[in-house]
């Protein structure tokens, strides 16, 4: 059992770091193999367009995700981390969900069924309380995990929170974060 975590924050150590290394710990105390993967560390380009997947399923841009492709493909449950930038995920996040346009193309195009079905989880922290402040990166979080063929099935959703670190001071988020961990690998 394999769990991928993808963090979307430049902030190191910050709420979606801590939040993810939380999931993480579960997954581990829960028998996974895990592995974090910082996007901001990662030279990645966005979808540039250039639709080579649509012929053979491939991304014809050669950089970071070629790793974390196969990465992704490898994981049994991949967990998803961001804090709220402009009412969505980081530009950070945005750049390797946009390449996996070429895994969407190699599903819902060319009809290849082998990419394998895992579980998703999505983490996402913000500083202010709008009712409607994770009604867009949900969305965008839930079309990604189509095109990766991962089903949504947990989700922790943090308002309120903003100054680095401050999520520790949280009643229940990380314990939160951790027994969703270590629900993605025991269920
Ligand atoms: C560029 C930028 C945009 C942000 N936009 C939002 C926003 O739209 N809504 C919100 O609630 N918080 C917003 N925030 C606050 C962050 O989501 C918040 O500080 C979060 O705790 C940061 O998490 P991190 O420590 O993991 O980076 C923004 C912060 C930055 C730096």
Known sequence: MKVLGI?????????????????????????????????????????????????????????????LYRKILDADAVIVASPIFFYTVSAQLMLPISRCQALWARRYVLKNLDIPVKRGAFIAVGATKG??????PKLTIKYFFQAINAEYTEELLIRGVDKKGEIKEHPDALADAYAIGRRLATS
């Open 7 to 67: 963090m979307g924050s430049p902030r190191l150590k910050g709420n979606t770091d801590l939040l993810l290394d939380e999931a993480l710990k579960g997954a581990h105390d829960g028998g996974a193999e895990t592995e974090k993967v910082i996007v901001d560390k990662l030279k990645i380009a966005p979808c540039k367009e250039y639709y080579g997947c649509l012929k053979d399923g491939n991304c014809a841009i050669r950089d970071d995700m070629d790793d």
């Open 131 to 136: 009712a409607k402040l994770f009604d867009g």
